[in-house]
């Protein structure tokens, strides 16, 4: 009876991540061609007023992660943002937030891709980072074989 019990709660861990894995597939190729379309927003001038690097909250852990904030206008009405990509990492290391910094010290004058249809939506970096993009299919990816592997019992005693 326990052997049953312990193949049924793999089984259902495993279902779960398989879930969880497909569930974040379909949202990153719903979300795809969104990111595509940023390219072609209409762009205007902005100026960074912040970059820095501050301690993140993600989950109850703590992070060092980079702070970049920008100000532009759109047809007059001025914007503050800092949302530099689509796709952001998170779970640094210093060096790393250090280094994202490194393109926007304060005072630099930078290239906005704006929302038409909502200008207060923007980012310095239209489209997204391959290299995000790929670790987030990749962890994905992981959640559906552990999952798949736990159904099969593979990981059982």
């Not at 990153?28 to 072609?40: D, E, M």
């Not at 980079?66 to 759109?74: D, G, L």
């Not at 630099?108 to 670790?135: H, I, M, R, W």
């Amino acid at each position: 009876m326990n052997l049953l019990h312990d193949l049924s709660g793999h089984a259902m861990v495993g279902a779960f991540l398989i879930g969880v894995g497909l569930f974040f597939l379909i949202v990153l190729s719903w979300a795809l061609p969104g990111w595509f379309k940023i390219k072609n927003w209409p762009q205007t001038t902005g100026r960074i007023i912040e970059s820095e690097v501050r301690w993140k909250s993600m989950g109850g852990d703590h992070f060092p992660g980079p702070q970049i904030s920008y100000r532009y206008s759109v047809e007059g009405r001025e914007y503050t943002n800092d949302q530099v990509a689509p796709i952001d990492s998170c779970g640094e290391s210093t060096a790393a937030a250090k280094a994202k910094l490194v393109p926007y010290p304060v005072g630099k004058e930078v290239t906005v891709f704006y929302d038409a249809k909502n200008p207060k939506v923007s980012y310095l970096q239209p489209g997204f980072s391959l290299g995000s993009f790929a670790l987030l299919v990749l962890i994905c990816c992981i959640f559906i074989a552990v999952g798949i592997l736990l159904c099969k019992g593979v990981f059982h005693r």
